[in-house]
């Protein structure tokens, strides 16, 4: 019968505005000593898409997913290369043993809510099988990532359907992407404040192959909020086990998406998936026993796509991928911060989660002798 009707589900579905917030370089923020990509963006990676559908109505639907495609292309008749890398495995990630099974990835990757992964995996199966070239498929290994955004929204409602998690799918484009708290993220919470998507990207110089590397997160964990090495959360006064009281501020989950366009193997895409977990310690998160910690990367070189009947050849070697695990690093962090800084408060189900004051933020930065700055 395919996907129901946009119609049928009577939801109002409108984009989420970051007004004048700024991402981290806008404040002098610049994690490591890699150089950004034009946008930095995962879209510096040639090829690469993303589509945000953002759900908002009423005072307790705050949800959305988020698509992002490795090429425009049929992702099914030519798949690419991906590794994927579990931190702690609180969560669902569907997709997740077929990749580290066969090293590929045939679908989009869509990011949405926890109790939206049924959802999510009909819309990218029935987008994949409308595919022209596909008539005859008959097994799709749909790739969808979660984290709970039960405290702003009404999760249990399952307000999300298969036919609004496609239009991420199908509104997926290059160019500059939306940060925030917009399509998966509008609903996250990170170290106690608004949380949501960010990305950023990192280019290697042509002396190291000149490739390019770009990471977006889905941020709805915690912990103790560290900015380019600087403890921000203490300075703040809003931490993790703040007066030796566990109150859970560390649980929840972290998605990463990592692009590039280095032809690697799967078994080393995995390997660069794994340094995302660096990433997300640098900004201070413990992995609490709550937390779903995931990443996913991988390759759109055309040299190492997997066609059918063709072998894969042309991959770089373990001993070249060393900058590029710096690259994942830097980039993952970066992103992680953009997330954060360009999320706006959310008053939803829950109450309402403020996003960080990107003042109180210059201000803890200066004390520490950092020199940043923000111009409205």
Do not use: C
């Given at each position: 019968?395919?996907?129901?009707t946009?119609?049928q589900?009577?939801?109002?579905?409108?984009a989420?505005?970051?007004?004048?917030?700024?991402?981290?370089?806008?404040?002098?923020?610049?994690p490591g000593?890699?150089p950004?990509g034009p946008?930095?963006a995962?879209?510096?990676?040639?090829g690469?898409?993303?589509?945000?559908v953002?759900?908002?109505?009423?005072?307790?639907?705050?949800t959305g997913a988020?698509?992002?495609?490795p090429?425009g292309?049929?992702?099914?008749?030519?798949k690419?290369p991906?590794?994927?890398?579990?931190?702690?495995g609180?969560?669902?990630?569907?997709?997740?043993?077929?990749i580290n099974?066969?090293?590929?990835?045939?679908?989009?990757i869509?990011?949405?809510?926890?109790?939206?992964?049924?959802?999510?995996?009909?819309?990218?199966?029935?987008?994949?099988?409308?595919?022209p070239?596909?008539?005859?498929?008959r097994?799709v290994?749909a790739?969808v990532?979660?984290?709970?955004?039960?405290?702003?929204?009404?999760?249990?409602?399952?307000?999300?359907?298969?036919?609004?998690?496609?239009?991420?799918?199908?509104?997926?484009?290059?160019?500059?992407?939306?940060?925030g708290a917009?399509g998966?993220?509008?609903?996250?919470?990170?170290?106690?404040?608004?949380?949501g998507?960010g990305?950023s990207?990192?280019?290697?110089?042509?002396?190291?192959?000149?490739?390019?590397?770009?990471?977006?997160?889905q941020?709805?964990?915690?912990?103790?909020?560290r900015?380019?090495?600087?403890?921000?959360?203490?300075?703040l006064?809003?931490y993790?086990l703040?007066?030796a009281?566990?109150?859970?501020?560390a649980?929840?989950?972290?998605?990463?998406?990592?692009?590039?366009?280095?032809?690697?193997?799967?078994?080393?895409l995995k390997?660069?998936?794994?340094r995302?977990m660096?990433a997300?310690?640098?900004t201070?998160?413990?992995?609490?026993n709550?937390?779903g910690?995931?990443?996913?990367?991988?390759?759109t070189?055309?040299?190492v796509r997997?066609?059918?009947?063709?072998?894969v050849?042309?991959?770089l070697?373990?001993?070249?991928i060393?900058?590029?695990?710096?690259?994942?690093?830097?980039?993952?962090?970066?992103a992680i911060?953009?997330?954060?800084f360009r999320?706006?408060?959310v008053?939803?189900?829950?109450g309402?989660?403020?996003?960080?004051?990107?003042?109180d933020?210059?201000?803890v930065?200066?004390r520490?002798?950092?020199d940043v700055?923000?111009?409205r």
């Open positions: 019968m395919g996907i129901e946009q119609a589900q009577s939801i109002v579905v409108e989420s505005a970051t007004g004048d917030r700024p991402r981290a370089r806008d404040l002098g923020i610049t000593i890699l950004t946008l930095n995962i879209t510096d990676v040639a690469v898409l993303v589509g945000h953002t759900l908002k109505s009423g005072d307790s639907i705050r988020t698509a992002i495609l090429h292309g049929n992702l099914y008749q030519e690419v991906a590794g994927f890398f579990r931190g702690n609180y969560g669902k990630f569907a997709g997740s043993t077929q099974e066969l090293g590929e990835i045939e679908t989009p869509v990011l949405t809510n926890t109790l939206s992964v049924p959802q999510g995996m009909e819309a990218v199966i029935q987008w994949t099988l409308d595919q070239g596909n008539e005859l498929v097994s290994n790739i990532g979660e984290t709970n955004d039960g405290f702003l929204n009404d999760i249990r409602g399952m307000h999300l359907r298969a036919a609004t998690i496609v239009r991420s799918i199908q509104t997926a484009k290059a160019g500059p992407v939306e940060e917009v998966a993220g509008l609903g996250t919470i990170s170290f106690g404040w608004k949380g998507i990305t990207s990192r280019e290697l110089p042509k002396s190291l192959g000149g490739h390019t590397v770009g990471v977006l997160v941020t709805n964990y915690g912990g103790i909020l900015i380019d090495g600087v403890p921000v959360g203490e300075e006064g809003q993790y703040k007066n009281l566990d109150r859970g501020d649980d929840g989950s972290i998605i990463v998406v990592i692009a590039t366009d280095a032809p690697l193997s799967d078994r080393n390997r660069m998936a794994s995302a660096l997300i310690g640098r201070g998160s413990p992995a609490t709550g937390s910690d995931y990443a996913v990367a991988f390759s070189a055309e040299s997997r066609r059918r009947n063709h072998g050849s042309g991959e070697s373990n001993d070249e060393s900058p590029l695990f710096q690259a994942t690093v830097e980039a993952t962090e970066e911060y953009n997330a954060l999320a706006t408060s008053t939803g189900h829950g309402t989660v403020n996003a960080i004051s990107i003042e933020v210059v201000e930065m200066r520490y002798g950092r700055n923000f111009l």
